[in-house]
């Protein structure tokens, strides 16, 4: 009888492990761009690799009032004074937990 349990879990966990999927690729921000047009910019963000879903996207923002935007969007805008140079990094989160990030800087052209 033991015998026999023992086979049977044994025969589980080969199953389990076979069926286990393979390691998903690095979570990487493979491009991040921002431009400005009258008194506002956008961004957007290139996401490639991790696992599941992108489940944040948190955008900080060097020269803003408000610094720090969590979204679930790989793009983002605000307005911006024209002149002002603005650093932009952007930190996005996979479904399991994974993080990645980059970094850009752009100057505000705003209204001439």
């Known amino acids: 009888m033991f015998k026999r349990l023992f086979v049977l879990l044994l025969l589980v966990a080969a199953t389990v492990v076979v069926n286990t999927p393979a390691r998903a690729s690095t979570l990487t921000v493979s ?9 506002s910019f956008s961004c957007s963000a290139s996401v490639s690799g991790g696992t599941g ?6 955008w900080g923002v060097a020269g803003a009032e408000d610094r720090y935007y ?3 969007e ?6 911006c ?6 650093s932009v990094n952007v ?15 752009f100057i505000c052209r705003g209204r001439i």
């Open 53 to 58: 879903i992108y489940t944040s996207f948190v």
């Open 91 to 105: 930190r996005v989160t996979d479904s399991a937990g994974a993080t990645a990030g980059a970094t850009t800087s």
């Open 81 to 86: 004074l024209s002149g002002r140079w603005y």
């Open 70 to 72: 969590t979204t679930s």
């Open 31 to 39: 491009r991040l761009l921002c431009g400005s047009e009258g008194s």
């Open 74 to 79: 790989p793009y983002f805008g605000q307005r």
